[in-house]
């Protein structure tokens, strides 16, 4: 008996410590982890003046910055998710915020009048400040900090709330072994995004975007918050007609070429704006050339037609970034344009700047939003000369011209032009429904003018390659008449077409004629758009058809 106690007593502690040990693990598993999250990882911050962004109840990989008490923002990041107005000048240092009648300058690293820095520039990026720009947008924000973050408010939709039923930490995945974010008490307010079977995924009001148990949920309502409208968005006035505009462009190379003002206006009916090129950019300091003449506009005054003078980038060997992208430059532009419109007398300026490379878009819009002011004040009408809109040019940001220009012109033809390799039409009828029904989803209808071609192209391919010449449509109809060539209605494009072979060569011609712009006058009609324009006055000579149907179309 006395050998087996030692027996006995050895299964026993064995049998205890399986116990002890099985007991732990039953523990283990059941108990709640205590293990604290690494919260500037969770944050994704790697620097002690970063801030993360959490809008909208979505943690965002984009960053603040936090300098003095308050959090900046980068100006793509503003321009991203707040207010996409502000602009940055990093050649002289401003930030400026455009109104309908005024421009507002903020010096970067400058104490502005509310007593604090509204913008810094840091190694190549513009920083506002939050509060700077909510003076200017409707939008909520709490700054955080420990670690440092933001929380911002621009939506405000219908959620589900709900509140907690005790204290209880925030996890950063839905399990009890998961790390804590952030320890929340009772009856602290969350907003539920996601219910499952025993883990909710929530949102705190500091920001913490994690998971609570179901069962420490209580009172679950929809909630809708109620918008912030400190900022009254001021209206942008228009100076448009209530008729729809009828433009012909008028191609005025040098002061004596305004004399053919009767000879390309001969024939001519249906049109009530005239758009000659009279200004062209020709340095880089904002300097242009003007060849406008007041007896020119006089004249086309007496025959009830406005006068809407051009500008252009292309007549000249220009930087149009050079240009845009200074604001001393800009307004040396705008003063001289205003100037020479009021001296000349016209009633509008038409903008038509041309191949304007992408990372200049910002500078380009904010120069029609400053140009916009003394229009508007002056009662001068502003248009805007645009390519048929697709995604390469969209930095001509066509939602802000059509906010701030009177006329967004589309200039709805090129769909094939002179550096072609394919041979093709200047403008199908599908190019042309494709422009307009683009635009619409940016422009409003009454604003938005589309442009004709009174020009097609004479195609040749040869063994070399494919080229081409723009002609007029008399120039075109002649080519094929002397040849004997006849055209064949092509359902396709809308368009009368022929092809033939002449000394090895293969010519191709889509015309532009009364039928085919019938067609265009047509989709137009049926989209209800602000006007028609067209390029170019004389193009058309001889077919007194074509006005016809534009004055048509004009009087719809």
Request: one cysteine or more; charged letters at 25%.
């Amino acid at each position: 008996m006395k050998k087996a106690i030692p027996v006995i007593i050895a299964v026993v502690l064995i049998f205890a410590i399986i116990a002890i040990t099985f007991g732990m693990k039953v523990v283990d598993r059941f108990s709640y982890s205590k293990e604290q999250m690494d919260l500037n990882g969770y944050f994704g911050l790697e620097a002690s003046d970063e801030a993360a962004i959490v809008l909208n109840d979505e943690l965002r990989e984009e960053k603040g910055i936090v300098r003095d008490g308050r959090c900046y923002l980068p100006l793509e990041t503003v321009h991203a998710f707040l207010n996409d107005r502000f602009y940055a000048d990093y050649h002289e240092g401003w930030l400026l915020y455009t109104t309908p009648d005024e421009i507002l300058y903020a010096r970067q690293g400058e104490t502005g009048e509310d007593g604090y820095v509204p913008a810094y520039l840091e190694d190549g990026v513009m920083y506002v400040a939050l509060d700077y720009v909510k003076k200017y947008t409707n939008f909520s924000y709490t700054l955080y900090t420990e670690p440092n973050r933001v929380v911002m408010t621009t939506a405000w939709d219908e959620h589900l709330a709900a509140d907690i039923k005790k204290d209880t930490a925030v996890r950063y995945q839905g399990g009890i072994k998961s790390n804590i974010l952030t320890k929340v008490q009772a009856g602290t307010q969350v907003t539920v995004l996601e219910t499952m079977e025993t883990w909710s995924k929530i949102v705190t009001q500091d920001g913490f975007i994690g998971y609570v148990e179901n069962k420490r949920l209580k009172n679950e309502r929809s909630e809708t918050l109620i918008p912030v409208t400190d900022y009254a968005e001021p209206e942008y006035t228009s100076v448009r007609r209530d008729h729809k505009i009828s433009l012909g462009w008028h191609q005025v190379t040098s002061e004596a070429a305004n004399s053919t003002l009767s000879e390309v206006l001969d024939g001519v009916s249906g049109m009530n704006v005239i758009c000659p090129t009279w200004f062209f950019l020709s340095d880089g300091e904002g300097s242009f050339v003007n060849i406008g003449s007041s007896a020119y506009v006089q004249e086309a005054h007496d025959r009830g037609l406005e006068v809407w003078a051009l500008v252009d980038n292309f007549t000249y060997d220009v930087d149009i970034r050079e240009i845009l992208s200074y604001t001393s430059k800009r307004q040396k532009l705008i003063e001289g344009l205003i100037s020479a419109a009021q001296a000349l007398g016209v009633d509008g300026i038409n903008v038509d700047f041309e191949q304007v490379p992408e990372d200049a878009g910002e500078d380009y819009i904010e120069f029609i939003r400053e140009l916009s002011i003394p229009c508007r004040a002056n009662g001068l009408v502003l248009s805007v000369d645009n390519y048929v809109p697709k995604g390469y040019n969209s930095h001509y940001h066509w939602k802000e011209q059509g906010v701030v220009a009177d006329y967004v012109i589309i200039m709805g033809y090129d769909e094939h032009y002179g550096g072609s390799q394919e041979t093709g039409s200047v403008a199908s009828i599908g190019y042309v429904e494709e422009g307009i029904s683009t635009m619409l989803q940016y422009v409003p209808a009454e604003k938005v003018v589309n442009a004709l071609p009174f020009y097609t192209r004479i195609w040749e391919t040869t063994s070399e390659g494919v080229q081409s010449q723009a002609v007029g449509m008399t120039a075109a109809e002649n080519f094929l008449a002397q040849r004997g060539v006849e055209t064949v209605w092509d359902e396709t494009t809308c368009q009368n077409y022929a092809e033939f072979e002449e000394d090895g060569a293969r010519f191709q011609v889509w015309l532009e004629d009364e039928q085919s712009l019938q067609a265009k006058l047509g989709v137009m009609k049926e989209y209800g758009i602000g006007g028609v324009a067209a390029w170019k006055l004389g193009y058309e000579s001889g077919h007194p058809e074509v006005w016809a149907a534009i004055s048509d179309f004009v009087n719809s």
